[in-house]
C-alpha cells in the first residue's frame, strides 16, 4: 500500500489529483483514518485497463 503522495509521484499529478481520484473510485483506495492508501499493484493494473485514464495521466505511451 501507498500513500496519495507515493501515487502522485509515480503518476506525475498532484497528490490533490490522486485524492480527488479517490473519492471519485476512479482508481482503488481505501481511506485509513485521514489518509489514502492505495494498492500499487491494484493501481497499476487500474492503469492499464482504463486506456482513457493512461491517456488522461499521459501514461499511454504516445
Do not use: F, H, Y
Request: aromatic fraction near 4%.
Amino acid at each position: 500500500m501507498i500513500s496519495a503522495d507515493e501515487a502522485a509521484r509515480i503518476l506525475r499529478v498532484s497528490a490533490r489529483t490522486v485524492r480527488r481520484l479517490c473519492i471519485d473510485r476512479k482508481i482503488p483506495a481505501v481511506k485509513v483514518g485521514n489518509q489514502w492508501r492505495i494498492d500499487r499493484t491494484e493501481l497499476m493494473r487500474t492503469l492499464g485497463r482504463d486506456s482513457r485514464m493512461s491517456c488522461w495521466l499521459g501514461m499511454d505511451g504516445k
